[in-house]
């Protein structure tokens, strides 16, 4: 049934009406484009030329515009704009306007689609019209087949008026079956188009993969420096309100006690012994600090060592297992680290587990971390966990993570990152 209600459905009808449109824009365009790229290629001679035909790209890019907002609302295409003309150097002027519309690849593509778009235009209206002319006139052949003649209801074999004559309901019906069929098959080819028309917008009338790319860049770039500010204010935050307010507070007693050595040494002596573990709390906290920076042990010793140590200080029992046979480069190295110590974290605050495994292993190109744990579950990006921010951060160095955490559990985080040498190549070697 589904197949019969086909040619009656919104998206056919959508798509067919899409179909018939292409032929007049098509027309709009491939006249624009070529009456505007001869007349100011002919002009290049003069100071008309180039002004001219840099006018006639940024029409050829508005009806770009158009043709998306066209499949954005007939084909349910959501294709983003391509990026605007961008100006050199911060330039201004005529000149730096012409220059940034004809170096622009948006403005050639956008040529090229309205000249390649004729052909197919004409292809997809002429079958949108014969596909529902023909297939709701012999839909509706028995409702209408009394307005002919006797004559002309049927076909004419010989020329003479002899032939096969529609004159019994059976035969009037078959006509009608013959009609929805043609319906039928004239909307999967429809659709088939419309298939192609959505190539044609998305390849070429939408941003190139250079830009999307590009844009991409600018987004984890931007989530970038923003984490590296809030980590710069979590460690000024964590100097000024632990080991700078108790190295004052240091100062100040031992200053108290300077002043007693000489007419109380018992209570200058036991000063400083105080004073002595402020020291020992000041050197922890900064140790802890250091260690949030950038762990000795890890610049050291790498991954394993580095990984055994914060796995020791879990409220959870982790087993550690690394398999690497070189270390990352340092960078890498160091997201891997961090990224491994906030998902022990969120372990031990969220997961209730009594124990937990993390995995590192290298592929072809990819330093894999997969930690698993045998907690609740129920570990999503939105229940304020810190996946959010751990997900937009490996994203922003090209890495994922993935979470398989179903209710009841168990929980198994896998993250990616890119695999670099120490020298910054990124060759490998060992697939796992």
Known sequence: ???????????????????????????IGFVTAVTGLAVSGGLLITFVGLPLLALVLMLLRTLGWVERYRARLLLDLEVADPEPVRLRNGKTG???????????????????????????????????????????????????????????????????????IWDNPFELAMVSVVGLLLLITGSLLIRGMAVVDRAAVRTLLGPSAAATRVTQLEVDRSVVVDTSAADLRRIERDLHDGAQARLVALAMDLGLAKEKLTEDPETAARMVDEAHGEVKLALQELRDLARGIHPAVLTDRGLGPALSSVAARCT???????????????AIEGIAYFTTSELLQNISKHSHADHATIEIW????RLMIQITDNGRGGATTTHGTGLAGLTERLTAVDGLLAIHSPTGGPTTITAELPWREPDGSQSGRRPR
């Not at 197949?3 to 998206?11: D, G, K, Q, Y």
């Not at 959870?316 to 340092?330: F, I």
């Not at 290298?362 to 190109?365: F, L």
């Open 316 to 330: 959870v029992p982790v087993t550690v297992d690394v398999d690497l046979d070189q270390r990352p480069a340092p």
């Open 362 to 365: 290298r592929t072809t190109d």
């Open 94 to 164: 005529l000149l730096a306007w012409i220059g940034a519309v004809l170096r622009s690849d948006v403005s050639w593509r956008s040529t090229a689609y309205a000249l390649l778009h004729l052909p197919w235009a004409i292809a997809t209206f002429t079958a949108a019209v014969i596909t529902w002319a023909g297939g709701y006139a012999a839909l509706t052949f028995p409702i209408w087949h009394w307005a002919l003649p006797d004559e002309e209801v049927g076909i004419n074999t010989d020329g003479e008026g002899n032939g096969w």
């Open 1 to 27: 049934m589904t197949v019969l209600r086909l040619p009656f459905t919104a998206r056919t009808w959508r798509e067919g009406l899409h179909a018939l449109l292409n032929l007049p824009m098509a027309i």
